[in-house]
């Protein structure tokens, strides 16, 4: 692989070349060994290697694929920028190998009024990345939950769609209101499915692990009922707005997905993301455990093979919803699997310290997990629960469905000749060791600190830009 | 935790000299931290049992002090209230000669002021060595031990353990025992499981001893822990949950009344105090279900005439004075043992 004349991150890429890599192209569908050259900012050539050129070449080493576009990011600024600023969140992402990114809205203030989002832009553009940051509006004004936020300057201004992530739209009024109105502008609403009467105080997934820690439980019918509730609403909302749409971010349970599955077999046109997290962990690592999912046992004490390795509530686990059983990250492997999940979005929601090193049940919610995603996923793919293309796809095209219109001029996620390059190169051989205090995220708030993920992100290029770039050792 | 099946092992242990600092002695306690009970092995429970014997001896002393932790600073850091367990390790350190220092800390200075982790590295500064702590948030004091250069010993987190309370509650049984042994005994735990810490951590003792153990309350209140009991505690060994005090009470050999707060009407968790004595407090009549001798057990503090019957709480039957004597001792042996053990 070489790179010329990449000065720094938000330089356009004068020249490279790689070749004899495995390329992945979810827009086509295809993937193979083959090299790609981008000359000025644009793909010049893709070029797809026949068997007898190939030899040497597996999935297993330097993969090439679009950027990943990430449905659901918290960059804290304006409001806690000691948590992240766009522009170390720009960095974050880049470091994930994401080159398209949507700010969740609630910052402080949150972004319910287009000059919040002006704000956002314009640190945007001074950070220099050349990633893209989209933004998602507040549905509520103030995410105060009692009257709709201004969501038609907001469409103007250039929103991707509503949410008043951290919290759901509290009463199903509202959530009509929002799908109806949003609807006639196009645009979805992003849902964060949560019935707050049943998780005041909630602290850990309601079982097995939360019953032996005494740890207040949070039940999967908080989130299901939520999302039955949207979901009935829905088809009485597209009778007279066809156009409207709903997004259920981070579904959790194994019942909310099977909703989304049902909802989607008789034709609403709703949509769903699920997190690295509660694909690849369960809430036995509350107990100390850190095995992944697919390989926990449902008794981490008793198991009598020693899956407790750590201490038990590290407060870095707590999220909102929360981990939960492994029979659930199963059910979110399974909707990836079957087209239920549409996407894989992060989450990431970087802390503080002084917000986050404190007792298990007083610490914010969130995992800082851009950077770390590939890493996890790619675990998934290790393990043969799903194949380098779905995952790509999961992170690629699978949310640039989702953005539909909104998602811009450029063309689906892909590896195009003539496009501006929009490319993240890793290698699989190479592992790296998550360190908090490597990461370009401010937040530090890791659970995999200390664990060695495969996938290394070589390079990052966003629009023609250098977004990101390994240290050559 | 691995269980020891009924017939007494030979101990495995020496039983310490508590009159002596404990570095000298050599009786295999490899704990630093004393967090809950899961993490002891039966041969440490029995260990913690012995050396309680000894520190029961040096109560019946004349003078009830050795200078075994003469020099050493004990802090204790309550952010709950609390009088019993407080007080109980007060005097358990002050019984070792040991410095006290008393922190009551309110537990709204977590959140508005100096964060847990600022709080024990101050103490620790002003020369903490080891640290009894009590926290309303589970799994705090884990938090404690992995900054604390000393000792933490948890004097109870949360709803999640309260394991100083489960091994004075199994030294009790045992000492009221003519064999010494819970093997087969139906010990019932009645009342507000949920929420107790209490429970949590005796269910883990219990389990180890071999006992037949039984929780019982109103369904609300034993929410999660029929999955719980399906999988079993301590070695796997699976314990009974019911709603039916009826059932739980029939031939038990302990009954163990939990307290219940008026909280739990304000969460709907029930309707009223009124209802719960009537289907649920632990009356003589209740009690008769059991076997004559059968204990009465109460971790405190009491809400008389409604999760125990005052006559049952002052009777005959009754264990729950012994129970606080017997913290005392059981407190003097785990300072005693973590002090041999903690880095200096």
Partial sequence: MTVVAGAGVGAVVANLEISRAWLVDPASGREGPGGIVVTDGVVEAVTWLDDADADGIDDRGIVVAPGFVDLHVHFREPGNEDAETVASGLAAAAHGGFTTVCLMPNTTPALDDPAVLAGVRAAALASGSPVRALAWGAVTAGRAGASLAALGELADAGVVGFSDDGAGVPSADLVRSALTYAGALGLPIVEHAEDATQTAGAEANDGFVATVLGLRGWPAAAEESAVARDLAILPEVVRDVPAARLHLTHLSTAGSLDLVRRAKAAGLPVTCDVTPHHLAFSDEWLAGARRWAWEATGDPWGDGTGAIVTAPYASSLRVNPPLRAPSDAAACREALLDGTADAIATDHAPHTSVDKDVEFGSAANGISGIETALGVVLAMVDADLLTLAQAVAALTTGPARVLGARWGSAAAPGLVEGAPADVVVFDRSATWTVEAGALASRGKNTPLAGRELAGRILLTVAGGRLAYEAETD | ?344
């Fill in chain 2, 1 to 344: 935790m691995t269980v020891v099946d009924g017939e007494t092992q030979a101990a495995a242990f020496e039983v310490p000299i508590v009159d002596s600092p404990p570095e000298a002695q050599q009786v295999g306690w490899r704990h630093r931290h004393l967090l809950d009970v899961d993490a002891l092995s039966w041969p440490d429970i029995e260990l913690v049992m012995r050396t309680t014997d000894a520190m029961r001896e040096v109560l019946r002393r004349p003078i009830t002090k050795v200078p075994a932790l003469r020099g050493r600073n004990v802090t204790i850091l309550f952010y709950e209230a609390s009088t019993r367990t407080r007080v109980s390790f007060e005097v358990a350190a002050r019984n070792l000669s040991a410095d006290v220092v008393n922190i009551a800390a309110a537990t709204s200075s977590v959140t508005k002021g100096e964060s847990l982790v600022d709080t024990v590295r101050t103490v620790e500064a002003l020369g903490a060595q080891m640290l009894v702590m009590r926290h309303s948030v589970s799994g705090a004091p884990y938090l404690a031990a992995e900054i604390f250069s000393g000792s933490v010993l948890n004097g109870g987190d949360g709803w999640h353990a309260h394991p100083t309370q489960a091994l004075l509650d199994l030294y009790t049984m045992q000492a009221r025992f003519d064999d010494g042994s819970l093997a087969g005994r139906k010990v019932v735990i009645l009342g507000d499981v949920l929420h107790s810490r209490v429970a949590r951590s005796n269910i883990w003792t219990l389990t180890a001893a071999g006992a037949d153990v039984w929780l019982c309350g109103p369904a609300t209140l034993l929410r999660g822990f029929e999955a719980w009991a399906g999988r079993g505690a301590a070695d796997g060994r699976r314990f009974h949950v019911t709603s039916s005090v009826d059932e739980a009470l029939r031939d038990a050999d302990v009954v163990m009344a939990l307290r219940i707060q008026k909280e739990r009407m304000a969460a709907g968790l029930l309707p009223s105090l009124r209802e719960y004595a009537a289907r649920y407090g632990l009356t003589r009549e209740r009690l008769a279900a059991a076997r004559p001798e059968a204990l009465v057990m109460h971790p405190g503090p009491m809400n008389e005439g409604v999760e125990i019957a005052a006559d049952v709480a002052a009777g005959a039957q009754s264990v729950i004075e012994e129970q606080v004597r017997n913290g005392v001792a059981v407190r003097m042996a785990l300072l005693y043992l973590l002090a041999g053990t903690a880095r200096s």
